[in-house]
């Protein structure tokens, strides 16, 4: 099966500290679902970083949509990032936008016209349940609200890969649950996801969902399925 | 490039507009105003040193130097007949004597020309054509078997120092004007600078999520001419008052030297452009310096 992304032998050092990652291997496939867990400073957020290109590893290879990732140019960069969905552990949402403009921010960097992003963006807020917010402005907006834009943002673009780092730190279990569902429907449409958390409890929410984890910048793959292409995914009802 | 100032609504909202409110229009609309006041005074002093220099250069002085009054006279009426009918001289005029003795009359005194002191005879001829050495040296040689004494004297010749002047004063001019558009484009930069700095954070989600570099330029650029434009039409306006309050002034002092110094009307249009011009220079500026900024991020 054709990847979507390969490190091999990565490492990732800032200025000349020590190296935040230390010989990451591994490959995730299309329509696979990841969780990556680890404790706090083991380098779950600096893996992710090279996952949506900020940054550039300090050795070793990535490719990505079979394209090196490394040696990208960066005017190519761009057109990476649209395939790529974040959620930031901080949301990071534009903070004078409305919800209904953060959640349009990536169609509309993605050039798509306002009459065809009326009905998408609306959708992403009925589901994520913010529909009467959609002209809030996010310091308005309680914490786990924030964090539904966020991820509502991440996803609205369709991206064949989206990245999410604590993407349920903020909301109730219930809501968790329902985002999770989220992630899983997009799955099942193709999209690779990687979800970095300290909850255990989701790892039981989606069935053949891998484990990758890292422990103090290096990669633990117990179970050895990290270099093999997935089963399709059931979710739990 | 000048397209992407009509940047659509929802694009326009990725940074906050804060055209007005800061001090930016402020700073381009006094640098404005003094870069068209150094341009107003520039085209003035073009155009005063091109008109008065263009007419005098046509002047030529002659001076009957006699002392016998009546010989001066005969001198005087017999170089004038000739010098009309001298091909290239368009108008020949006799200085009446007592216009010569009321010019000179503050050097010497009412009683010392009174004393019949021998003044000479003045004839101001204008030529088709500015005056050289050789038509002076033809028009003298015409002169001299009636007028012996007669000297010629190019006004061009004791205005130059006043037209080098003039000449300086225009280079001065231009020179203050360049060092107000790199003042100008200099603080353009900085602004931007900071305004990026301001919302690093979003354009770091822009970029993240896919957006260009360009796109995020577009948007400083459009930023920043909005702040141009308000501040370039109001140190214009504000140009255009002293520049025509001066005008009337010069207008009002009614003096042969500065008989020039008025604005042309090709002046105007040049003062009209120059706030397009710092327009323009402003998005150039910000959409470089956002681009050479956004280049060191990954």
Do not use: C
């Amino acid at each position: 099966m054709q990847s979507v992304v390969e490190f091999d032998n990565v490492g990732l050092r800032y200025g000349t500290g020590t190296e935040a990652l230390t010989d990451i291997s591994f490959t995730l496939y299309p329509g696979s679902f990841y969780f990556l867990t680890g404790a706090s400073g083991a380098g779950k957020t600096s893996l992710l970083k090279l996952l949506y290109l900020a940054h550039r590893p300090s050795r070793g290879s990535i490719r990505m949509f079979d394209q090196d990732a490394v040696t990208l140019p960066r005017e190519r960069m761009p057109g990476f990032r649209r395939r790529i969905g974040v959620v930031f552990q901080d949301f990071r949402l534009v903070p004078h936008l409305s919800t209904f403009d953060n959640i349009a921010l990536p169609l509309r960097i993605a050039g798509i016209q306002e009459k065809d992003l009326q009905n998408p963006v609306s959708e992403m807020l009925n589901w994520i349940g913010l529909t009467d917010r959609e002209h809030a402005r996010p310091a308005t907006l309680s914490g786990g609200e924030q964090q539904r834009v966020a991820i509502a943002r991440a996803v609205i673009g369709r991206p064949e890969i989206l990245v999410a780092d604590e993407p349920t730190g903020n909301v109730d279990p219930d809501m968790a649950r329902r985002l999770l569902q989220l992630f899983a429907a997009l799955n099942k449409l193709g999209t690779t996801i990687v979800v970095a958390t300290h909850d255990i409890h989701l790892l039981q929410e989606i069935e053949n969902a891998q484990m990758m984890r890292l422990d103090a910048g290096r990669l633990a793959d117990p179970t050895g399925s990290l270099r093999h292409p997935p089963k399709p995914l059931v979710l739990k009802s | 490039m000048l397209l992407d100032f009509a940047l659509p609504e929802h694009e326009r909202k990725l940074i906050p507009d804060g055209r007005v409110s800061g001090s930016m229009p402020w700073v381009i609309a006094i640098m404005t105003f003094l870069t068209l006041l150094a341009a107003a005074a520039g085209l003035i002093m073009a155009n005063a040193a091109m008109q008065g220099g263009a007419d005098l250069a046509r002047q030529v002085t002659v001076q009957i130097i006699e002392p016998d009054p009546t010989a001066r006279k005969v001198q005087s009426d017999g170089a004038a007949r000739i010098l009309r009918s001298a091909p290239g001289v368009t108008d020949v005029e006799i200085v009446p004597d007592a216009q010569i003795r009321e010019m000179l009359s503050p050097w010497l005194g009412e009683d010392v020309i009174d004393a019949d002191i021998p003044v000479p005879s003045l004839i101001d001829i204008r030529l088709d054509s500015p005056a050289n050495e050789e038509k002076l040296t033809e028009l003298r040689n015409a002169l001299s078997p009636i007028a012996p004494s007669a000297k010629l004297d190019s006004q061009a010749d004791w205005m130059a120092p006043f037209f080098s002047l003039m000449n300086s004063l225009l280079l001065l001019a231009v020179g203050i004007l360049l060092l107000l558009l790199i003042a100008t484009s200099a603080t353009v930069m900085l602004a931007v600078r900071s305004a990026l700095n301001n919302h690093r954070e979003t354009i770091e989600i822009m970029h993240m999520m896919g957006g260009t570099d360009v796109q995020a330029a577009r948007l400083f650029q459009r930023r920043m001419a909005l702040d141009a434009l308000f501040g370039a039409v109001i140190g214009f306006i504000l140009a255009v008052i002293v520049v025509l309050l001066l005008s009337f002034q010069f207008s009002a002092a009614n003096s042969s030297l500065l008989s020039g110094a008025a604005m042309p009307w090709y002046g105007w249009i040049a003062l009209a452009i120059i706030p397009l011009a710092i327009t323009g220079l402003a998005m150039l500026i910000a959409r470089r310096t956002v681009l050479s900024a956004l280049k060191k991020m990954l």
